[in-house]
């Protein structure tokens, strides 16, 4: 029972509270090994700074240990990362955006130079947008009184889709 309350803690940390995390997550996912601040930053094009900030919740949430040496490096926890790997399943990477899918959301992480942006979207708006472009015979200027969504709904449905390979530029 213990086991299960912390996992939906880690779920609901990660998907609904620091999300702009994850893509630090996904780096040291890849490897299991210690990583600097430095090369995370290096791998998204993002500052140190946003990285250090992002380890340190990632350390308060106990995920991730930290190792100080010359450089002080950070890994994630053992005893996470299979878990980790199983909430992170479905997942798309295109260049500096990341789509990661979770029961009926969408989650749109753009990491750029000084911030992470995120974008938490439902399944149903993303369908609905893929529905109307396929309509529309592609045609990414949706008018939106077309779909009665909102033009930033659309805009981050439109890069969903883009990102899973559903739709071309």
Partial sequence: MKENSKRGFIVHEL???????????????????????REIAKAW???TSVVKRGLWWLIKYNLVEKRINETTKYKLKNAIRSFLKELLSQLWIQGNKVVIRKDNIYLLIIVRKRKVLVRII???????VKEICMAYKGDLNIPAHVSG???????TAIKILRVKGEIKN
């Fill in 15 to 37: 998907f609904y509270e620091k999300n702009w995390t994850l893509p630090f997550i996904i780096t040291m996912l890849t490897e299991n090994r210690y990583f600097s601040a």
């Fill in 45 to 47: 094009g993002v500052r």
């Fill in 122 to 128: 439902t399944a149903d708006i993303v369908n609905k």
């Fill in 149 to 155: 969504l909102s033009p930033k709904l659309i805009s």
